[in-house]
């Protein structure tokens, strides 16, 4: 049984100069997006978070009629351009977001990491390839046909934390910081709040660590040959763990070789008893429990003139059965 409240909750966050990083290197839809229609966006987006939360937690969220009545009268001033209602509408997302009721437990597990200098990283075979050259690399996020693989191992400036209380005037608390400049990343909480999966790298490859929620107890879990990377993991309910890994020796069609695939694999948790669940030709990402058990996870449907933007929502049993789109 899950506990009503883990005693730590999860909040993945990725710490970087989100400004510079879209007037360095702006997509080629940004530049034709007007202020109006980015503020029209974030008001839409409040409203749908306000009543959500509304719905999911009635009582527990007695704020949300006032929150909508609030944003109703701000946004036609914010779309006119007032600066006051800016400032007016900034601090009512705050109020609204910050007064869901899973944030009650006070304290926040967050990632904390450094952008690195992109203009130092990228050679030229990578831009005649295309090598994770996009937004993204500079924050340890590949682009959208690669996984893992295709980042720098080391030379990370990174660590997992706890923030407490949860807010802008809580303290970060270093939880796990690696001694040897690697990545850590992709968080999985357990639901008893008391330990968490994440990804490591080190000079060889990737691989699935474990840690107590106090710091403690650090643990290699994955267990795979050198030239096999292990990533973004997540507990499963019979106890075992779900994860994403490149033992299937695959590789994007259209890269020639030099992006590695992703496939989701079961272990044991000690690393033993390893078995592929997904056989899929391109990447299988993210997966993650359903309250009924089941697994949800990203997939990559390598078919249709837009395919390289499409990622289906896909559920299967926990043993690898029943896979189906959500």
């Known amino acids: 049984m899950k506990p009503d409240r883990p005693s730590l909750l999860l909040l993945l966050l990725l710490t970087f100069a989100g400004t510079a990083l879209a007037a360095t290197n702006p997509p080629p839809a940004a530049r034709t997006v007007s202020q109006a229609d980015i ?18 937690f009635g009582a527990r969220y007695p704020q949300g009629r006032e929150f909508l009545r609030r944003l109703d009268a701000v946004e036609p001033r914010l779309l ?22 899973l944030l009650d437990a006070q304290r926040l ?11 130092k990283l990228i050679t030229d075979h990578d831009r005649q390839i295309g090598f994770s050259a996009g937004p993204g690399r500079d924050i340890g996020m590949p682009s959208n046909h690669e996984c893992n693989s295709s ?33 850590v990343g992709e968080v999985d909480l ?3 709040g008391r330990r968490l999966l994440f990804t490591k790298s080190d000079a060889t490859n990737w691989k699935v660590f474990e840690l107590r929620a106090d710091g403690s107890g650090l643990r290699q879990v994955s267990q795979m040959p050198d030239d096999v ?9 019979n106890g075992r763990i779900i994860f994403g890994s490149t033992a299937a020796y695959q590789s994007v069609p259209c890269w020639h070789g030099q992006k590695r695939v992703s496939n989701l694999y079961l272990m044991n948790a000690d690393g033993s008893g390893v078995r592929q669940v997904c056989f899929d030709q ?5 997966p993650t429990v359903l309250p009924n058990g089941q697994v949800l996870y ?29």
Request: hydrophobic fraction near 35%.
């Open 39 to 56: 503020t029209s966006r974030e008001c839409r987006t409040l409203r749908l978070a306000i009543e959500d939360l509304s719905q999911t």
């Open 80 to 101: 006119a351009g007032d600066a006051a209602a800016r400032e007016e509408f900034v601090q009512l997302r705050r109020e609204a977001l910050l007064a869901n009721p």
């Open 109 to 119: 597990l967050v990632l904390k990491r450094r952008p690195k200098d992109v203009s």
């Open 151 to 183: 980042l720098e191992r080391t030379d990370y400036d990174n660590e997992l934390c706890v923030l407490s209380p949860i807010g802008p005037r809580g303290e970060l608390r270093t939880l796990h910081r690696p001694a040897d400049a690697a990545y």
């Open 190 to 192: 357990h639901w008893d």
């Open 229 to 237: 990377d292990s990533f973004d993991a997540c507990y499963l309910p």
């Open 282 to 286: 391109d990447h299988d990402f993210h």
């Open 298 to 326: 990203h997939r990559w449907d390598y078919t249709g003139i837009s395919h390289i933007y499409l990622r289906e929502l896909m559920v299967m049993n926990p043993d690898g059965t029943g896979n189906s789109r959500r």
